[in-house]
Each structure stands twice: as C-alpha cells, then as structure tokens.
C-alpha cells in the first residue's frame, strides 16, 4: 500500500532553533499534503494544506511566518518550525493526497514528536 | 462547516467485552466521507475505514463492525470481543468534497481494555 515517510520521528532542541520535519510520499506522487499538529490528548489539528508548486494554505490562527511550508516536489513536502519556543512542542503528522485516483484517501506518515527545552 | 463529535473521552472494558465507539458528525454537503483511525501510544495513526455518504451498508472486518446512519448522523464504531491489543485512541473523522479532502477530526475516545 502507499507508504508516506516523515522524518525525523522524534527532535529534542533548545529554544530558538529551526527545525525542519520531510514528508515524503515513497510510492505515489501528491501535488497535495496536509500538516496536523496534536497536543497531548488533544485530537488533530489541520495546519497547513501544502501544494505541490504553489504557496500553502494556512488554517486560521496558523502563523505563516513561524511555520513555513515548501512543497518542491510531488514527493515531498517540508515544515520548518522557525525559532522554536517550548510552546510549539507538539506531535507534528503529515498527510499525502495520491494524485491517481479520484477522492483517494490521505495517508499519513508516522509523526514527528517535537520537544522544545 | 463540517464537525465531528466524539461524546465519550474514554471508555474501559475488561476483555472480551464489546465496545461501541460514538460519532456523530455535521457537514452541509451531500457528498462527504467519514474515516475512523486507530492511534496506539506510539502515536502512528492507523487507517480503519472510509465510507462516501452515498454508501450506508453496515460494514464488517473480523471483530470491527460499522454502523452509518444518515438519519442520525451517526457512524459508530463497534469492537467485537475487545483485546488489550485494542486499547489506543479512536478518532472519528470527516472530509467534505469541496474541502478539498481536509480532513476534520473528532476530539478522539481513549479505549482501555483491561485483562
């Protein structure tokens, strides 16, 4: 079936770091990716509906300038977590929409555990 | 704008039990899907089930079984004899046509099966 890689899995950095999280789809092409971010006990956020090509579409009360998004290619699609404080530390999924198909489902990688000290 | 419903935050049974997992969902668009997910500890999410609005057959895989009704707006998720293998976080689903397949999720039910 069709496998999306995200990477890293799990990053520990100090304050004011930038950190870049990869979604790569292994076996199909997306000109569409989405970006959901999870607090502890907290369901699925959508973030960021990243397209393939184009700017991302920011959900409200995402801040474009803090969370910057570049989709490249149609296998990969990038989240740069700019200057990182201890409040963006979060579980951050990514999604892949295959572009083959009509309404084909999203599949997500594995997530990356994000932690700010 | 589309919602999704989880009413019950967690729920515990002892094994063997049968659990039913609530959803309940509102969206204005006749064509939509709802998904159900499966998030162990680990955090990965697991796929379980897509169903287009159009489709309202009961569906069955081994011990998982569905329940959509469109009367209700309802999509409950039941486990047949429940395992402690079950036990994770369930996340009822939906993604309208003209959303553009974005996916809005329910607040989640944290299952715990008990041996």
């Known amino acids: 079936g069709a496998v999306v890689s995200q990477h890293p899995s799990r990053v520990i950095c100090k304050s004011g770091t930038s950190v870049k999280i990869e979604c790569r789809s292994l076996?199909?092409?997306?000109?569409?990716m989405f970006w959901y971010r999870q607090f502890p006990k907290q369901s699925l956020m959508l973030m960021a509906t990243s397209n393939e090509g184009s700017k991302a579409t920011y959900e409200q009360g995402v801040e474009k300038d803090k969370f910057l998004i570049n989709h490249a290619s149609l296998t990969l699609s990038t989240l740069t977590v700019t200057s990182a404080h201890p409040e963006d530390s979060s579980f951050y999924i990514c999604s892949a929409r295959p572009n083959q198909g009509c309404n084909q489902p999203q599949h997500f990688g594995d997530g990356t555990r994000l932690s700010i000290l | 704008a589309q919602k999704v419903t989880q009413a019950q935050t967690e729920i515990s049974v002892v094994e063997k039990e049968d659990v039913t997992l609530d959803c309940v969902y509102e969206t204005r668009d006749t064509t939509y899907y709802l998904f159900w997910y499966k998030q162990p500890p680990s955090g990965e999410l697991v796929f379980l089930i897509r169903r287009n609005s159009f489709d309202e057959q009961n569906e069955i895989s081994g011990r998982y079984s569905w329940n959509f009704q469109k009367s209700t707006s309802s999509f409950n998720f039941t486990i047949t004899a429940s395992q402690v293998v079950d036990s994770a976080v369930y996340f009822c689903?939906?993604?309208?046509?003209?959303?553009?397949?974005?996916?809005?999720f329910g607040e989640g039910t944290q299952l715990t099966v008990n041996p």
């Open positions: 689903a939906l993604s309208e046509v003209t959303s553009g397949s974005r996916l809005t």
């Open positions: 076996d199909f092409q997306a000109t569409t």
